[in-house]
C-alpha cells in the first residue's frame, strides 16, 4: 500500500490521479490532498478519501475547510509551509506535483530534497529551475517520473535511466514532440487579434483548466515542454523537433541511429501516463479505452510555425540565452495569460508582452534558488509594467 501525497487535487491531473486511485484501493491510499482555493471541492475529495492531511493555499481558506471537516480527522494546513510538510513526510512514497504555475516549484523541490518518488505534472519547476532542480534530484536519489504526456511518452521510448543521465550513448538522434496545434490551428492569421478567452479554452482534444488551455493555443505549452524535454533527458533544443500532430495519438517520438522511429501511442487520456508513473515499472489499469487505430484512420503530421506560434521561437530563446532567462519567459507568460482571460490584452499581445519583457531583462546566473525567485519577481512586475500601456 503506496502513501500518496498529491498536489494539486482540484485541476485535471489531479482529479485523474483520484480517479486511479479509486481504481485501485488495495495498492494506493491518500495521505494529503492540496487545493488553491476551491473549498467546496476539497471538502467533497475529503469525504470520499478521507486523507490524514489537507492544505489550502491562505489560512482563511484552511479554516473554513476544517470546520466544514470537523466530523472527519483529516487535519488542515495552510500555505507553503503546509505544502512542504505534506510533500516531505516521512510516511509519504509518492508525491504527484500537479499544482499549475511557478507556485509548484516550492513543494515539489521539499519533495525532492526528501528522496520521495514524484510524478512531475508542473513543468514549471524544470523550466524555472531546471540545473539546480536535477542536481537536487541527483544529490537525495529522489526519482523523478514524467507525468505530462508527451514526456511520460518519451520516457516509454527510451532506454532505461534515462532521466538525469541523458541519452548521449544511447543511439538517440532526436526526440520528436507532438502537439495538436490546440484550438487555432486552421484559424486564419488574420483573425488573431479577435480570439476569445472562450475560444482559447475550447481545446479539441484535452480537457484541461484554462491558463493549460491558452498555452496550448499560443503553443507555449509546448516550448516549455522543450525546455522540460532538454532538463530531464540532458539533451539540447536542437535535438528536439516539434511536430504538429492533431489527432494527439501518438504522444511522443525517438528517433535512433539506426533508422528507428518509436512512438508511444495512446487515446488523449491523462489517466495513462499517470498510471504509468504510478505503477512504473509495472503496468495497471487505468480506465482508459484501449485505443483503436481501424476507428481512428489516419494520422497527419506538419511543421510548427512560427509565425502562428511565436511562443515556440521564444522558448528556444530563453533556452540558448540560459541562466535564469526561463525564468523570465515563464513568469512573462503567466502574467500575460492571466491578463487575456481577464480580457486586459489581445490574444496576440500575449506573446508580444513576453517577448518585450524579455527583451527588457538582462540574463542573469541561475545558480540558487534566490536568485531564480527574484528573477521571477522582477519579471512579473515588469510584465504588470508593460501591459498597462495595452490596458
Request: charged share 20%.
Amino acid at each position: 500500500m503506496k502513501q500518496i501525497t498529491l498536489l494539486g487535487a482540484t485541476g485535471s491531473i489531479g482529479q485523474s490521479t483520484l480517479d486511479i486511485v479509486a481504481l485501485h484501493p488495495d495498492l494506493y491510499r491518500v495521505y494529503a490532498l492540496t487545493a488553491n482555493s476551491s473549498r467546496k471541492k476539497m471538502e467533497a475529495l475529503c469525504r470520499r478519501f478521507t486523507p490524514r492531511f489537507a492544505v489550502m493555499s491562505d489560512a482563511a481558506s484552511a479554516a473554513e475547510l476544517q470546520q466544514a471537516l470537523a466530523d472527519l480527522p483529516t487535519e488542515v494546513l495552510a500555505g507553503e509551509e503546509g505544502l512542504a510538510q505534506v510533500a516531505a513526510a516521512a510516511e509519504v512514497d509518492v508525491v504527484v506535483a500537479a499544482i499549475v504555475g511557478s507556485v509548484g516549484l516550492m513543494p515539489t523541490l521539499a519533495a525532492v530534497r526528501a528522496g520521495k518518488r514524484i510524478l512531475l505534472a508542473n513543468k514549471e519547476s524544470l523550466v524555472m529551475a531546471g540545473a539546480l532542480f536535477m542536481d537536487e534530484v541527483r544529490r537525495h536519489e529522489a526519482e523523478l517520473l514524467p507525468v505530462d504526456s508527451e514526456h511520460n511518452a518519451i520516457f516509454q521510448c527510451l532506454p532505461p535511466g534515462a532521466i538525469g543521465q541523458g541519452v548521449a550513448d544511447k543511439g538517440v538522434r532526436k526526440v520528436i514532440l507532438t502537439g495538436s496545434g490546440g484550438p487555432f490551428l486552421d484559424v486564419d492569421l488574420a483573425d488573431f487579434d479577435e480570439l476569445s478567452p472562450e475560444q482559447a479554452c475550447a481545446h479539441p482534444n484535452w480537457d484541461m483548466g484554462p491558463k493549460i488551455s491558452v498555452d496550448s493555443a499560443t503553443m507555449m505549452n509546448k516550448g516549455l515542454e522543450l525546455i522540460e524535454a532538454c532538463w530531464l533527458f540532458s539533451i539540447d533544443h536542437q535535438d528536439v523537433e516539434i511536430l504538429l500532430h492533431r489527432q494527439s495519438i501518438i504522444h511522443s517520438m525517438v528517433s535512433y541511429d539506426d533508422g528507428s522511429v518509436i512512438a508511444q501511442l495512446g487515446n488523449p487520456d491523462m489517466r495513462t501516463p499517470i498510471a504509468n508513473a504510478l505503477a512504473w515499472p509495472e503496468r495497471i489499469n487505468s480506465g482508459v479505452e484501449p485505443l483503436d487505430l481501424s476507428q481512428v484512420g489516419r494520422l497527419d503530421f506538419t511543421l510548427a510555425d512560427d509565425r502562428r506560434y511565436p511562443c515556440l521561437a521564444l522558448a528556444r530563446q530563453a533556452w540558448r540565452q540560459g541562466g535564469d532567462s526561463m525564468a523570465v519567459l515563464n513568469a512573462a507568460n503567466e502574467v500575460a495569460v492571466a491578463l487575456f482571460l481577464q480580457r486586459k490584452i489581445r490574444f496576440t499581445e500575449i506573446s508580444r508582452l513576453i517577448n518585450e519583457v524579455m527583451e527588457r531583462t538582462a540574463s542573469g546566473p541561475a545558480n540558487d534558488l534566490n536568485a531564480i525567485l527574484e528573477a521571477d519577481s522582477r519579471a512579473r512586475d515588469l510584465a504588470v509594467e508593460l501591459s498597462r500601456t495595452r490596458i
